[in-house]
């Protein structure tokens, strides 16, 4: 097999995502046949090498599994939470395995969050330059008017940064707010909201249904299942 960056050898030994590991690397955390290592660039035999990440022993996957749940509001998308928030994982009751979320969803939006082991899957999907498409269904105070919704088509400068070119389209109405739905191809920090926010209409309630191809179909909320092998298969193809 040969050796591996250390961050890529966490990864896929389902510990955390890449960007993850390396945070974890840098704050001191990872100890490698007893020394503690804080340099990105290491790299370590994974047949030959012992690993602990805070505390805990580190061994090289066997088999790599995916998930796709359906989130519910008031989990973190996160292994710890500093306020002590559950977790998505807390709800995978039957899976043994070390996994994490791929990306993150808010901690009040609802939706469509795939959670693996595998490291390289996760690296390439939260990469920018993929740019899988993510659907979500907004629910907005007020209904925002055909000018606005052509704003944020075109793109809105949100932390200093302009977004790119989304679909917008409103979905339903309901009295006096509404729906929107929005695909990005983007996933910067709470960016739906932002942009909603930015042409003045706030978000009430937040459900991402898809990635790519893949979509929640009639999974419960709260609940999760495996990818299909021609969901897994698609995915593949997507990242190649």
Known sequence: MGEVRLQ???????VASRRKAEELILAG???????KIMELGTKVDPQQVNVTCEGRPVKVATAHIYIIMNKPAKYVTTAKDQFDRPSVLSLL???????????RLDYDTTG??????????TYKLTHPSKEIAKTYLAKVKEIPTEEKLEQMRKGVSIDGKKTQPAKVSVNKIFDKNCELMITIHEGRNRQVRKMCEKIGH???KLERISIGNL????????????LTARELEYLKQKLT
């Not at 009751?93 to 990306?103: D, H, L, M, S, T």
Request: net charge positive.
């Open 8 to 14: 890529k050898f966490l990864a896929d030994a389902g």
């Open 112 to 121: 469509l969050l795939l959670i693996t082991n595998d490291g390289d899957l």
């Open 202 to 204: 706030e978000v009430i």
């Open 93 to 103: 009751k039957k899976v043994k395995q070390r996994v994490y979320p791929v990306g």
């Open 215 to 226: 979509k929640l179909g009639e999974l419960p909320v709260g609940e999760y299942r495996m």
């Open 29 to 35: 955390k990872v100890i490698v046949n007893g020394k």
